[in-house]
């Protein structure tokens, strides 16, 4: 008579996907293995378990439970509180969820995890409602910082002001009231879009920039009728200023970059686990951050599991891809399989890549940022290392050349299954282009708060009709058969997936006011777009995304149940505990 003991029945009866009794529950077993001519050992004693909560599992074959029993970082059992009793010993620890709302970690579908972190550490322009409040947050950062040495921010953004700046160029403002608030320091204010930066003076004299720079390919730089330019630089632009910040930076010593660095990442763990994420999808990191990740997963030093993807030249990507990829590195904290590229900018300042010209600025289509052999090759370099792609296109032209590039290289290189390359942000889409997603296998990677927080500019840039047809259109995506993922793209909006799941299943910008509401996502479209959607989309369906034994133990608790509460109670929502490989890293001070 051979005897197995709780662990070996999970395995062998749970975990495989495939398997006939894949979903089976305790109850079902005991009667079975009699039948089976086996003997039941004692249930396996579980580390942690979770009771009395209202669970919903993203799992089709059993959607809601009471309670969840953990064991060596992962799901041992899902099922009732008489069931996961069975599981519970001297030494379990047993958390009463008291009716509380539990579900599978949010993974943060694309946003930029050092950036995240970096935004933390200088001035926080998100909440200005004037280019007067950036001025005067800028006089006071000048009063303690000494002279020649930088001040920097990110957050601004010209279309969410109460009113413009003056003077102003097309509403974007000049470098003459930072200049003279900032006499002595050079100031780099980023965009909240990323894609434009602010420089006053001091810093555009310290890059050589002055009447006679042109603007680089894919980039602009904002000169008034004199032909002076005015602080404002566009797209790649942006670089004649942050190169010369950056090689400030580099005179730090090591020991200060290193310190930088760890403040940075240890600010963007706690940010996300504050907020139930307890997976990340980094949308581009250079070669030499991938390797202080690597470092800090090795220290087991990562509050969350991070997804990368690899953004760095041809040049360098060519030959040390193979040294690179890693797959559950350090536990499952790290994985590296993705190229990350850009072929467009942002729309909120006019860089998005569009078929026709801007409305509201009818010289212009946009800016094409990266050349399509240069993408193509980056394309090539993942089907011949077997990396993810994953290219930043938000215009309809942008979307509508990375189509066209993938479908020329998956005909040229079948495999038969989809290699779930993806578009980043796919935020305006050509009518004709929407299917092809599905028809291709193509992830749109998108964030919902995009939607809700650009609203308010979205028609004045495109007008009515194509923003009505074309514009965050998620629904229309999945309807037609694609995989649409959600996220924030912090540090361009705050991290709280919130934020972005109400922005899903409103899109309302305040009450009264929605945006083509029709493309609205259901409440259970909107927590898969956060949860399974988006380890599919990284190659993790089969270790997150899902409370289903044998899955990694990633969960978070929250106060109001997302499926059925008000749309008004969304945003309120707090975040109760979460939980990342089956221990707590962070407990809501104020829960009960």
Known sequence: MKILDTPELITTLIAPPKRLLQFATLPLLLVLLPLAGLTYAQPQVADMVLMGGNIYTVDASQPTAEAIAISKRRILAVGSNQLIRKFVGDETKVIDLEGQFAMPGFIEGHAHFVGLGEAMMMLNLHQADTWGDIVLQVEEAAKTTPPGEWIVGRGWHQSKWDSPPTPNINGYPTAKQIDEVSPNNPVLLTHASGHMNFANGYAMRLAGVDEGTQNP?????????????????????????????????????????????????????????????????????????????????????????????????????????????????????????????????????HGAWLLAPYDDMPNSSGLNTARIESVTKTAELGIKNDFQVCVHAIGDKANQEVLNIYEKLFTANPTGIPRRWRIEHAQHLHPDDIARFGKLGVIASMQAVHCTSDAIFVPKRLGMRRSQEGAYVWKSLIDSGAIVTNGTDAPVEDVNPLNSFFASVTRQLKPGITFFPKQAMTREQAIRSYTIDCAYAAFEETSKGSLVPGKLADIVVLSNDLLKCEDSEIQNTKVLMTIVDGKIAYRNPDAK
């Not at 990368?308 to 904290?333: C, P, Q, T, W």
């Open 217 to 349: 390919a894919g980039g602009e730089i904002l000169k008034d009728a004199s032909g002076k330019p005015i602080g404002v630089f566009r797209e790649t632009a942006q670089g004649l200023i942050t190169r010369k910040f950056s090689a400030a930076q580099s005179k730090q010593t090591d020991e200060a970059k290193a310190v930088y660095l760890r403040r940075a990442v240890d600010l963007a763990s706690q940010e996300c686990l504050k907020k139930g994420i307890t997976s990340f999808q980094d949308a581009g990191s250079s070669l030499e951050t991938v390797d202080l990740l690597r470092d800090f997963a090795t220290r087991g030093k990562l509050g969350v599991r991070l997804w990368v993807m690899i953004r760095d030249s041809n040049a360098r990507l060519e030959g040390r891809l193979s040294r690179y990829k890693m797959i559950g590195y350090a536990n499952e904290f790290l994985t590296v399989r993705a190229l990350k590229r850009s072929i467009d900018g942002a729309l909120g300042a």
